[in-house]
């Protein structure tokens, strides 16, 4: 196998639900649940092709796990974007929003067909184990009562489920605030194992870092026999304690603490057995993936009970977490730290045991050019920061591939380091699309696609099968809001948050005047009273009323307008700003969709529409019909919420407005509004190319209709929808946003929390 073949299909597929006797109360509020959000069949007649928009990659991967027994077989765990499993294929049909979080996998050790995984997203949501006997093209879900966090901290922590080598109807999962459970039917049913000395933790209910409970459990062959249990298991613990490290010689019936443990303040992260009875455990004192400042590794003779401290480095910051053990040459293995923040991390390969190390990434060089996104601006991509992922392919010792903060690497080389050669990564993405989307819009002409993203800023998607250099000049972490001149569509603005490794003097607005593919900074002015930031003390993620503010551009692309807590215009680029009359707190401008000089804004108290008709330079209220008494609620309280006022491009006067998920129509510039009674609660939506012989722009929007979440097309003005994904392409409906193609007739993109954009146009 090599990783430049072939792509990661994600296995967030077909679910059918297991039960379990006794667990009645669960169980009900789980078929609840599942009932009001059954898939409903897709009501257009043609049918949706459904595909991913390339980015690759894009987000914190936990884990790379392959399979034991078979070559070419490996299953990645993400903590907020599902399954993936290496050149395979699979639809995406999860309907559950907290299944997308995966707490552990474990493929079966004598069938390669079947594979476990945990799965649960946060520790207020359900949480279930799953079995698949097809490598996850379906998948049989048992809801469990023992709380996941697929995406809290220690995510990156070992395996925490695992099948008995020897009978592998025998499972044990160690969860994070139940202590030790067990299944000896091959995961339908779950039992807590009572005699193992950590119970368990309360699940928090408000705490930014709760424990992170049981962090690996490990077999040892050797000491069973096939058709029975074996008897000799670890489990690490990373709660806080005086113990971190259990045994059991008796198939789990008893437990011991393993003497001689490391510092009692540093908690076991991952671990690995060889065929030699040695256990090796990578330790660190904070569950991470960040916020740790120390750590070790060590190794363990689990017959003679000898520990070793074999720490590739004793000096320096950060702890120990990545961590694989090569099964084709003994006493080989690679370890990786996690948080150096001053030097970066580094991953290390011994050959004997722990006793010398070689510093891989010394030798390593990257060539992102198939994801040039990871160059962060920079001229050289970086080696990668939590490195909690790390596998050796057990068929091929010079195959590795690790994980990191926005990618997965892989490389076939790694054996030129023992000649002192360099060893070559490359993004090993093809396929993985592991992104939370904020933003989309799709321009009348240039790109078909502007997309703005959490963490890794936004693209211009010229071509929706290639990846793309985040946008830069200013470079962003998070793109809060786009927009685009209806009549001159070279025109784009862009908002967002600053990116703590910007070059220049930070800016988090920006506009481009060629498509997108250059862009200029824009510096409103500050607010009377407001002291700014410097740079670099700006906190990652920054969120405030001037550095998150809004912009918009005018039809024509002349006038930006921005809502600093004093709302500002600019009709030259920034060179003078104005700042705007009448214009209340709680309103964001909207641009009319054709003439120039009109604004709209909303008055959230009032309950009236603000118009200006004067460039946006003064806002006067109007008297407003036919919109609800109270739309207070409806004002957006958090920069990634969708603005509910919004104007048809290319029609003057043209209005809709989102108030409690009903949908109301303005034809005379918001003096008037009608409500239009099409049968779905809407929580978005955008515009799209009319249909053939039709003059209205096609509707498309994220809502629900008969309890189905679901995506939607409207043809007749929002008077009656069709549904456009189906039950194979669910996406867990976790769905943040959405922009209709302006140019082509049915293309939607869908921005989705965990799954990338999501495309789907009528089939052919």
């Known amino acids: 196998m090599t990783y430049r073949r072939s792509n990661w299909k994600s296995l967030s597929g077909v679910f059918a639900m297991m039960f379990r006797p006794g667990w009645a109360l669960h169980i009900a509020a789980m078929i609840c649940c599942l009932f009001l959000l059954a898939p409903a069949r897709a009501a257009t007649a043609d049918g949706y092709v459904w595909r991913n928009v390339k980015v690759g990659g894009g987000g914190y991967i936990p884990a790379i796990i392959f399979s034991p027994i078979e070559r070419g077989l490996a299953y990645l765990r993400t903590d907020m974007g599902g399954i993936y499993r290496w050149d395979a294929s699979a639809q995406d049909g999860n309907p559950e929003p907290n299944y997308r979080g ?14 476990y995984a945990a799965v649960g997203t946060y520790r207020r949501g359900p949480s279930a184990i799953l079995r698949s006997t097809d490598r996850g093209d379906t998948w049989q ?5 023992f709380r996941m ?55 928090p209910p408000n705490s930014e870092r709760p424990d992170a409970g049981l962090s690996f459990v490990i077999f040892d062959p050797s000491s069973g026999v096939k058709g029975s249990a074996t008897k000799t298991m670890f489990v690490g613990v990373a709660d806080p304690g005086s113990h971190h ?42 569950m991470g993936p960040y916020g740790i400042s120390a750590g070790a590794v060590f190794k363990l003779d689990t017959k003679n009970g000898q520990w070793t401290d074999i720490t590739p480095d004793k000096s320096s910051e950060g702890g120990y977490m990545g961590l694989s053990l090569d099964r084709q040459l003994p006493d080989t293995l690679v370890v990786a730290s996690i948080d150096r923040e001053s030097t970066g991390d580094i991953i290390w390969r011994t050959t004997d045991g722990g006793a010398h190390w070689r510093d891989i990434r010394a030798l390593s060089q990257r060539n992102v050019s198939s994801v040039p996104f990871l160059l962060w601006g920079q001229k050289e991509a970086s ?9 050796i392919d057990p068929f091929d010792s010079g195959h590795v591939g690790y994980t990191t903060g926005a990618t997965v690497y892989g490389t076939n080389e790694l054996l030129n380091a023992e000649k002192n050669e360099t ?13 939370a989307v904020l933003t989309l819009a799709s321009p009348f002409k240039g790109a078909p696609l502007i997309s703005g993203f959490g963490d890794i800023g936004g693209f211009v998607h010229f071509d929706l099968t290639k990846s793309y250099p985040m946008s830069e000049n200013p470079l962003f972490i998070n793109t809060n809001n786009i927009d685009v001149a209806v009549r001159s569509p070279n025109v784009i603005v862009r908002s967002g948050t600053h990116a703590p490794h910007a070059t220049v003097r930070t800016a988090t607005l920006g506009y481009s005047t060629d498509y997108g593919h250059t862009w200029k900074p824009l510096y409103a002015p500050l607010p009377v009273g407001y002291t700014a930031l410097a740079p670099e003390k700006i906190p990652y993620n920054f969120s405030d009323p001037y550095t998150d503010a809004w912009i918009v551009t005018s039809a024509d692309g002349k006038t930006f307008a921005v809502s600093t807590p004093e709302p500002v215009l600019t009709h030259d680029r920034g060179k003078k700003w104005i700042r705007i009359k009448g214009l209340q707190k709680s309103g964001d401008p909207v641009p009319d969709g054709a003439d120039s000089r009109l604004f709209y804004a909303v008055d959230f108290d009032k309950g009236i529409i603000e118009v200006s008709r004067d460039g946006g330079a003064r806002f006067k209220p109007q008297a407003t019909k036919g919109l609800p008494g109270d739309i207070k609620d409806d004002q957006p309280r958090w920069r990634e919420q969708p ?22 129509h303005s034809v005379n510039g918001g003096r008037s509004f009608a409500q239009v009674k099409g049968g779905v609660s809407i ?49 867990s409906r976790v769905w943040r946003c959405i922009a209709a193609d302006k140019n082509v007739f049915g293309r939607v993109y869908v921005g989705t929390d965990g799954r990338g954009i999501v495309y789907g146009e009528p089939r052919k």
């Not at 995966?102 to 594979?115: C, G, L, M, Q, R």
Request: no cysteine.
């Open 423 to 435: 060893v070559l990564w490359k993004p090993w993405v093809e396929g993985v699309e592991q992104t």
């Open 245 to 286: 490290l259990f045994r059991s010689d008796d198939g789990g019936q008893t437990w011991i603490a393993v003497a001689g443990e490391p510092d009692s303040k540093l908690l076991p992260a991952q671990a690995g057995l060889d065929r030699n009875g040695i256990l090796y455990i990578t330790y660190s004192n904070s």
């Open 643 to 664: 603005w509910p006022l919004l104007a048809t491009p290319n029609k003057k006067g043209e209005l809709w407005f989102i108030s409690q998920r009903r949908l109301f």
């Open 149 to 203: 966090g697929g995406n809290e901290e220690g995510r990156g922590l070992g395996e925490r489920l695992a099948v008995d080598p020897n009978l592998t109807s025998v499972l044990y999962f160690g969860s994070r605030y139940d202590g030790l459970e067990r299944s000896t039917d091959a995961g339908s049913t779950w039992t807590k194992v009572d005699s193992f000395p950590v119970a368990g933790l309360p699940v």
């Open 102 to 115: 995966i707490e552990s996998i474990a493929p079966d050790p004598v069938n390669a067909n079947v594979v």
């Open 141 to 145: 879900t048992v809801p469990v009562p």
């Open 383 to 391: 080696f990668g920061w939590w490195i909690t992922g790390l596998a």
């Open 683 to 731: 929580y978005t939506m955008d515009f799209g190319k009319a249909a053939p012989g039709k003059r209205n722009m096609t509707l498309f929007a994220i809502g629900t209709r008969g309890g189905v979440a679901a995506i939607w097309r409207s043809t007749d003005s929002g008077a009656s929808w069709d549904r456009v994904n189906d039950a194979q392409h669910e996406y």
